[in-house]
């Protein structure tokens, strides 16, 4: 099932404008998980921020989780063109089977940015 | 350099035919899944594998088939009773807790980059 889902479906900017995409879940989490994907290939992940945590940075990414509203955004600062792709994000959790239990990660439906040079 | 490597890039199915995915890492981790993904749409969990000789159901395991007799390959059988195979699909591994196989989520899964099934 879909855990995420994210806002906007799709997102068209100038280069050197902000970016921001915003992710919603619906469970308890471990920890939610941002990642990217450029066309035609696999997923690279991007930033990692824990339930007990409320912002996280990296570089450019600006990551933040508001686990009472059960939301999560991603602020890419000063886009490029190269940061064409799409951004999913992706919700950890814990859960019971046979044999003891497992973690899966559960994805949104992405959000597709594009950056005009 | 470590990695996982999906092949082949492009696959058509003829009907009724099985065809297999293949998904190779050598990250030396335990942990290994199945995702498909539909245009302009997420990722749906197929199978996954916590350890060698043990799978389990995802969210979308029918028409499906997974083995794990190895812990570098985990490959996956679209069979004939997959009425809707035409998608993107993605292999991803991660190490898991020593012993356990359990996912240590604190840190990413790595992804192939995928092979892209089509019916002819």
């Known amino acids: 099932s879909q855990q995420g889902e994210e806002d906007p479906q799709a997102l068209s900017i100038q280069e050197g404008e902000n970016a921001t995409m915003n992710c919603s879940y619906k469970?308890?989490?471990?920890?939610l998980q941002w990642y990217r994907q450029n066309s035609g290939r696999g997923l690279v992940h991007l930033i990692l921020i824990r339930s007990n945590e409320r912002e996280k940075h990296s570089g450019r990414l600006r990551v933040t989780l508001d686990t009472s509203k059960k939301s999560s955004s991603l602020l890419i600062t000063a886009s490029r063109a190269a940061d064409t792709a799409s951004y999913f994000c992706?919700?950890?959790?814990?859960?019971?089977?046979?044999?003891?239990?497992?973690?899966?990660?559960?994805f949104g439906s992405g959000t597709q940015l594009t950056v005009l040079p | 350099d470590g990695g996982i490597t999906q092949s082949p890039k492009y696959l058509f199915r003829k009907e009724g035919q099985n065809v297999t995915l293949s998904c190779e890492q050598n990250?030396?981790?335990?942990?290994m899944y199945w995702y498909r993904q539909d245009p302009g749409q997420g990722l749906r969990l197929i199978y996954y594998s916590q350890i060698v000789n043990d799978f389990q159901k995802g969210d979308i395991a029918e028409g499906y088939s997974v083995s794990r007799e190895k812990k570098e390959s985990f490959p996956l059988t679209v069979t004939s009773a997959q009425k809707n195979p035409t998608a993107f699909y993605l292999c991803a591994s991660s190490p898991s807790r020593p012993g356990t196989g359990v996912w240590k989520s604190n840190q990413p899964q790595h992804f192939g980059d995928g092979t892209r099934l089509s019916i002819l």
């Open positions: 469970t308890s989490i471990n920890n």
């Open positions: 990250l030396n981790h335990d942990a």
């Open positions: 992706a919700t950890a959790r814990l859960i019971s089977i046979s044999s003891g239990s497992a973690r899966q990660l559960t």
